[in-house]
């Protein structure tokens, strides 16, 4: 046969650096490739010439820094950069080194960028290719025929995008970060009564896969208080003090979470004074030695809502300092109960006010809900320091199998209800705010396994809220990959 049948099917990777997420996102666009094509030649930069780069079809993985090579084709204008925070570039087109074959290239505007446009140019340009023809057996074998032009650049309209669970409830953690990796989350809050035993360990591999982590710990969550007795609040600024030092900071988290009384806290008094009030004091006063002492630290205070909706100026006086992290606001996608939709434009209503609650200098966050949690009847808190995410597969696997019939309510909902999650990642991401934090509360559903359905689409509506729910269950389902149990 002639060379023309098989050039297709010759493919050599340029990468920018071998270094912590571009190393992983090198790894993964490997994978991506050897899965149609056995063999593939990687390359060092510095190993690379353009004669080299001659007779076979080229991918080029990187930043717009770290490559030259992407930065020589951006030079030469053959394709836009995107300068965006965790964005990229896509394109795909002839070889400008050697016209009979195809070039493509994954450029980031920084290494996660680099690793998002991975995972897009897996899900949405070659997970779907291979659907192009009309009938099924006429579809396009990806790598192996010659791959269809385009370009595309994207990046983030919420910053900070990912997943809420206790420490107990992760029972893999590298495969939970790589889930969540794979649909471009970049967040990860673990709550824990005690700090793991391999705290060290995680934190490292989630850096590793571009993930940050924030640890939570309780502020008087669950606990005997008096808010206003002046000793106990002495008491918790040092207790609150103390874990940060010896738990978490000599592992250098990324931030840290904490809740107090207002879960609790159904009526918006509480003993005879206002539960906002309180509350605000309370958090004021026990952060104040914390955030003294180290300024940069990002400290986010998860608020319930119920008991302080009402009085949002009382609540507008939290700390600038402090990040407010709001759940139990009203309806899907922030009630547990998926189907509950009575009062979503009321909801809407009051996301779209607390989004700008201080206005330029408003921290925001937000839990969204309506996925697996803890079975609270059966909860037990842990009673020292533990392993986290290290259990066997097989017990992984089979209580995956035994939450498939709790998914399959949830994510039916999810898929019904979508416009709701799109319209509430719209309004904050048009907020003020100008730190935007969106995370998913997503406990013991065993993320690990597999990545369920209403995660994936929780993460792409974070990534683009703009996109049309419709778009967007077509453009995840075809992935193949988002579980619908």
């Known amino acids: 046969m002639d060379w023309l049948t098989f050039r297709w099917k010759r493919w050599t990777v340029v990468y920018g650096r071998y270094e912590g997420v571009e190393a992983y996102a090198v790894n993964e666009i490997a994978s991506v490739i050897q899965r149609h094509v056995p063999y593939i030649v990687v390359l060092r930069p510095d190993n690379v ?67 998002y446009g991975v995972r897009d140019f897996e899900h949405y340009y070659v997970a779907p290719t291979k659907y192009r023809g009309e009938y099924y057996n006429k ?18 309209l919420i910053e900070h995008r990912g997943l809420w669970t206790w420490g107990h409830a992760i029972y893999d953690y590298k495969h939970y970060i790589d889930n969540m990796s794979r649909w471009k989350m970049n967040t990860l809050t673990i709550w824990n009564d005690f700090a793991p035993v391999n705290i060290r360990e995680v934190v490292n591999y989630a850096h590793s896969r571009g993930v940050q982590v924030l640890f939570g710990y309780s502020w008087c969550w669950g606990e005997e208080v008096n808010p206003k007795d002046p000793e106990q609040v002495e008491y918790w600024q040092k207790r609150v ?27 918006t008094m509480l003993d005879g004074e206002s539960t906002a009030k309180l509350a605000v004091e309370w958090v004021n006063r026990v ?11 990002w400290v986010q205070f998860g608020l319930h809502g119920t008991g302080v909706i009402n009085d949002l100026d009382m609540i507008s006086k939290v700390d600038k300092r402090l990040a407010i992290v709001w ?17 979503v434009e009321e909801t809407l209503a009051l996301c779209d006010r607390i989004v700008s609650l201080r206005g330029d200098e408003e921290d925001f966050g937000v839990i969204i809900k309506s996925m697996p949690t803890l079975h609270w009847p059966s909860f037990e808190h842990q009673r020292g320091p533990f392993v986290l995410g290290e259990s066997h597969p097989r017990f992984i696997r089979d209580r995956a199998r035994a939450k498939e019939d709790l998914w399959l309510y949830k994510q039916t909902y999810w ?71």
């Open 49 to 115: 010439t353009e004669e080299l780069l001659k007779g076979t079809n080229v991918l080029l993985i990187g930043t717009n820094h770290s490559n030259a090579y992407i930065r020589k084709l951006i030079a030469e204008g053959h394709f836009e950069p995107n300068i965006n925070k965790e964005g990229y570039t896509i394109k795909v087109m002839q070889s400008p080194f050697d016209s009979n074959y195809k070039i493509a290239v994954i450029g980031g505007a920084d290494e996660n960028g680099a690793l």
């Open 139 to 156: 579809r396009h074998e990806v790598f192996l025929d010659e791959m269809p032009d385009i370009e595309i650049l994207a990046s983030p």
């Open 241 to 267: 003090l103390e874990i940060y030092e010896t738990q978490y900071q000599p592992v250098h988290p990324d931030g840290i979470y904490f809740q107090i009384f207002t879960e609790f806290q159904g009526s």
């Open 287 to 297: 952060a104040a030695p914390l955030l003294d002492r180290y300024p940069g630290l």
């Open 327 to 343: 759940e139990d606001i009203g309806s899907f996608p922030f009630h547990y109960v998926p189907s509950k939709t009575e009062e």
């Open 415 to 485: 898929v019904k209800n979508l416009e709701y999650v799109m319209r509430t990642m719209r309004s904050i991401a048009n907020g003020r705010a100008f730190r935007k934090c969106v995370m998913g509360l997503l406990e013991d559903g065993l993320w690990e396994d597999r990545t369920w359905l209403a995660g994936a689409l929780l993460a792409e509506a974070m990534w683009n809220p703009l996109e049309s729910p419709d778009e967007l269950l077509r453009k995840v389902m075809l992935t193949g990959e988002a579980a619908f149990a």
